[in-house]
């Protein structure tokens, strides 16, 4: 079994949806937790990067972890077709250095 | 412009035939990382250096050897690749302070017949 689970997708919603991702990880030592979306044929772009369970927002985009049930989830509102793409959550452990370990991506596609 | 180069982007080689791909970094960043993407296996690091001089395994670092010279360089070098290494590769960097930020390269694709 993977450290960290990621459902692949395709995830395809309309134009204006509120899309939810979402990660399960089996290990209580990570504590840093991470979202990365990639685009075809480019390398990922960090989105968003929270320590504590909570929520942490940014523009259209909200965070959310919850340590006691090993879920992570990353919210889109209002979403746009420009948002369509992979992406990626990523764990880290306290004193892993710059060990990362990522789910498999998710795909998803905003249709107009 | 803050930028994490890869070179080559794309490449073909043959078992067995050494090769060495370049990853360079100008923001001065003391972490650096190499990563392989495969289908439905995601994302997984291959290698990582905290700083000049200093380099650790990551989950897959068979086959795979790095050197940290110098800061701003990271690569990585296939003595003897073989088909299983065919993949997407991604050198990445961030500053050890700063957890949140995470650059990486646009890719090499490799193939290995």
């Known amino acids: 079994q993977k450290e960290v689970e990621q459902d692949p997708g395709p995830l395809s919603v309309p134009e204006g949806a509120i899309v939810s991702l979402n990660c399960t990880y089996s290990n209580s030592a990570f504590q840093y937790f991470m979202w990365y979306r990639q685009y075809s044929r480019k390398g990922p772009e960090l989105l968003m990067y929270t320590y504590s369970s909570g929520n942490k927002e940014d523009g259209r985009f909200t965070a959310q972890v919850d340590k006691s049930s090993k879920y992570i989830s990353l919210f889109i509102r209002d979403s746009q077709p420009s948002d369509s793409a992979t992406y990626l959550c990523a764990m880290r452990k306290i004193n892993a250095g710059n060990m990362l370990t990522f789910g498999g991506g998710t795909r998803l596609m905003v249709k107009p | 412009e803050a930028q994490v180069t890869q070179n080559p982007r794309y490449l073909i080689t043959v078992t067995g035939k050494k090769l060495t791909v370049t990853c360079s970094q100008n923001m001065n960043h003391e972490y650096m990382s190499w990563y392989r993407q495969d289908p439905g296996l995601g994302l997984r690091q291959i290698y990582y250096s905290m700083n000049v001089e200093v380099t650790d395994k990551g989950d897959v670092p068979e086959g795979y050897k790095v050197s940290r010279k110098e800061k701003r360089n990271f690569p990585l070098i296939l003595e003897s690749p073989s088909p299983n290494q065919t993949s997407l590769y991604f050198c990445?960097?961030?500053?050890?302070?700063?957890?949140?930020?995470?650059?990486f390269g646009p890719g090499t694709r490799l193939t290995v017949l």
């Open positions: 990445a960097s961030r500053t050890a302070g700063r957890a949140d930020t995470q650059y």
